[in-house]
């Protein structure tokens, strides 16, 4: 009897670290996309290529912790996230960053709702000028396809997803 409650209480460590680098890996990506997003929500090419370097590390990294259809999920969608992160971190035109930046973040949306994984609340805003949705790590609309002031607040907030501890 023993040796099952020390098996047990082994296997829900286990779990529970192995979840715990998981989120941690989803929130140095969702922190990376952040980074790109402000960039391009402040017309800056240069701190977005920054940011999608940072975020193609993030998402280089070996996705370890998730349950098998949640990495089935993700492996589904690594190589988009991968090849537009590449794309941004390749150019120093804002225009280009933003038009790879509108498939990053369709893609984004889906891991994160399917993962259910952010360990803050992720807002999904949708810029009905662009036809295009981005994520935002705040309520207020800061919209990255758009950085000139009279549309930097075009948009609404059309999901929530909320926190996950």
Not at 15 to 37: E, L, P, R, W
Not at 100 to 109: D, P, R, Y
Request: charge should be positive; proline fraction near 2%.
């Amino acid at each position: 009897m023993k040796t099952i409650k020390i098996l047990s209480l082994t296997f829900i460590l286990a779990f529970c670290v192995s979840f715990a680098h998981a989120q941690n890996n989803i929130n140095g990506i969702t922190k990376a996309y952040f980074t790109v997003k402000n960039a391009l929500a402040a017309g800056n090419a240069n701190e977005a290529n920054n940011g999608a370097k940072a975020l193609l590390v993030a998402l280089s990294a070996p996705e370890t912790g998730l349950k098998a259809d949640q990495l089935k999920l993700y492996n589904s969608y690594a190589d988009k996230l991968k090849f537009d992160s590449r794309h941004i971190a390749e150019s120093a035109d804002v225009n280009h960053q933003r038009e790879h930046f509108t498939s990053l973040s369709k893609n984004l949306v889906e891991v994160l709702k399917g993962l259910k994984m952010n360990t803050s609340t992720v807002y999904v805003d949708y810029c009905p000028m662009k036809q295009a949705y981005w994520l935002s790590e705040s309520p207020g609309i800061k919209n990255p396809y758009y950085s000139d002031k009279s549309m930097a607040t075009c948009g609404k907030t059309t999901a929530t997803l909320a926190a996950v501890k």
